[in-house]
Nanobody, 128 residues
Framework: QVQLVESGGGLVPTGGSLRVSCAASGLPFTNFVMGWFRQAPGKEREFVASINWNGGRTYYADSVKGRFTISRDNAKNTVYLQMNSLKPEDTAVYYC?????????????????????WGQGTQVTVSS
């Protein structure tokens, strides 16, 4: 059974930094592209970042490019999202996600329907 468990959310002031983590189990993590999404109250879930199997390729939403960094530690089956220069509009529940199957090693996935497995989410609140 695939499990994704996020942690590290919290309350930070505008301009602050936070790192959220996602520990994965029940899947061959090393072979899987991983993604981060977020959902703010009253809004649809949106793509944040994606990372390929070995971390050699990443892709970001325009809204977070240059401020957020996705990374992974395959030895720990964990994917991270380092968030810097946080803004109030970054306030949301952050979810990590994994697809249902192994993909091309260079592939990145940016659409929620491409992911099968989701964590429970971790709340990030940026105060103004």
């Amino acid at each position: 059974q695939v499990q994704l468990v996020e942690s590290g959310g919290g309350l930070v002031p505008t301009g602050g930094s936070l790192r959220v983590s996602c520990a994965a189990s029940g899947l061959p993590f090393t072979n899987f592209v991983m993604g981060w999404f977020r959902q703010a109250p009253g809004k649809e879930r949106e793509f944040v970042a994606s990372i390929n199997w070995n971390g050699g390729r990443t892709y970001y939403a325009d809204s977070v490019k240059g401020r957020f960094t996705i990374s992974r530690d395959n030895a720990k089956n964990t994917v991270y999202l380092q968030m810097n220069s946080l803004k109030p509009e970054d306030t949301a529940v952050y979810y990590c996600a994994a697809p249902s199957r192994i993909t091309n090693p260079t592939m990145l996935l940016t659409r929620s329907y491409e992911y099968e497995h989701w964590g429970q989410g971790t709340q990030v609140t940026v105060s103004s």
